[in-house]
């Protein structure tokens, strides 16, 4: 499984653009790039999830480079509400998967 | 709207004593995830069925914990004799494979052990 690295935290301000990066240098060739969101005392929800290139839903898009060792959540124009945890997870559906310490999102008013 | 259910949601129990979680996957999906959740350790998979046969429960204390799918609609996850340290939140996650890497996560059943 490819480990995945994320930010500990992130603080933004209402209305701002909020870009979550993710290291996955060890990705395999069948892998997919997950994220899910997770607000305190609920489970993790889906938001999006992509291949390569990017990928865009009616919540987030989701940037991934040739390379593929790297991807970027981006979350537009962000609210109060969009403070939760944000997890990266990579690997073939269906398989283990591993969740991470997850990237801490704060926004302020 | 399909969802997970899980019981029950809380549940506070002495050391020693037999818990039991439930979860209702989603009808229609063939995964099914449990999961258990600390502030230490974060999001921790113990183990996951397809098409209600484990497929892995190396995440899982195979002493005192035991996972089943009795049928398409019951998961179960039992811990005997429980412990202090067993103390988080047990989340189910159900979803089909074939399609994409979603889950769908259910409540969470919050575990105290005295």
């Known amino acids: 499984l490819a480990k995945t690295t994320q930010p500990i935290s992130m603080d933004s301000y209402e209305g701002q653009e909020v870009n979550i990066t993710c290291s996955h240098n060890?990705?395999?060739?069948?892998?997919?790039i997950t994220w899910y969101q997770q607000f305190p005392s609920q489970g993790p929800r889906f938001i999006i999830q992509g291949y390569k290139t990017k990928v865009t839903n009616e919540v987030a898009s989701l940037f991934i480079p040739a390379d593929r060792k790297s991807s970027t959540l981006s979350l537009p124009r962000v609210s109060l509400s969009d403070t939760a945890v944000y997890y990266c997870?990579?690997?073939?559906?269906?398989?283990?998967?591993?969740f991470g310490a997850g990237t801490r999102l704060f926004v302020k008013a | 709207d399909a969802r997970v259910t899980q019981t029950p949601r809380h549940k506070v129990t002495e050391m020693g004593q037999e818990v039991t979680m439930r979860c209702q996957p989603i009808l229609g999906h063939n995964t099914v995830f449990w999961y258990r959740q600390t502030m230490m350790q974060g999001l921790e998979l113990l183990a996951y069925f397809r098409n209600r046969a484990p497929l892995d429960d190396s995440g899982m204390p195979k002493d005192r914990f035991s996972a089943e799918m009795p049928d398409a609609t019951l998961a179960t996850l039992k811990i005997q004799p429980s412990e202090p340290r067993d103390s988080a939140v047990y989340f189910c996650a159900s979803g089909f494979s074939g399609g994409n890497n979603e889950q769908f996560f259910g409540p969470g059943t919050r575990l105290t052990v005295l």
């Open positions: 060890n990705i395999a060739t069948n892998d997919y």
């Open positions: 997870l990579v690997g073939e559906w269906g398989f283990k998967t591993i």
